[in-house]
């Protein structure tokens, strides 16, 4: 009786117990609906990384990109990733990548096979190697083919922002 009340409990208290619960929703897009992401005309800086779950220099940036998120969460600055793992690995791979890790910054799978077409319209000079970096706002665009380390990328954020 007292395991019986325990595993109410849990599925109570805790309902990640169901399973379901612990399943990270993740945006399918194809690049035709994912483009507007890169042309956003407000207020805010967007930094917008292509990266996949299985590619390491990717993997090692994840706690620096993580750690800009939250020092600048209360600044108009946002953070997209865009995985470009396999869409048949989302379950296994990517969502306990996600979680292992606790990424809080929006997730989004880009499920189009046709890169040939589309890298081209994300930057020009890219070769298509990841880690891939855009930071745009309104009157700027930079892009970066490299894995950055948090300095790196606080202090380019800090110039965007115009902090001391």
């Keep these: 009786m007292r395991f019986l009340k325990l ?5 109570l208290v805790y309902p990640q117990c169901w399973g379901q619960a612990t399943k990270t929703p993740i945006k399918k897009l194809n690049f035709n609906q994912f483009e507007p992401y890169l042309h956003k005309n407000n207020d805010s800086i967007y930094i917008v990384n292509f990266w996949a779950s299985w ?13 800009i998120r ?9 953070i997209l990733l865009v995985s470009l793992d396999m869409p048949s690995q ?3 791979r990517l969502i306990p ?3 292992s890790n606790n990424i809080k910054s929006e997730v989004i799978l880009l499920d189009d096979p046709n890169q040939n077409q589309w890298i081209d319209k994300v930057d020009s000079k890219w070769t298509g190697t990841i880690p891939f970096t855009q930071i745009y706002g309104r009157s ?3 892009s970066y083919e490299q894995s950055f380390r948090f300095n790196q990328l ?5 110039l965007k922002l115009n902090l001391p």
């Design 7 to 11: 595993g109410i409990l849990c599925l």
């Design 55 to 67: 590619c390491i220099p990717c993997r090692e940036e994840m706690p620096s990109l993580e750690k």
């Design 154 to 158: 606080d202090s380019i954020i800090n």
């Design 97 to 99: 990548f996600i979680h």
């Design 140 to 142: 700027f665009r930079e």
């Design 70 to 78: 939250v020092k600048y969460a209360d600044k108009k600055l946002r």
């Design 90 to 92: 989302v379950e296994s």
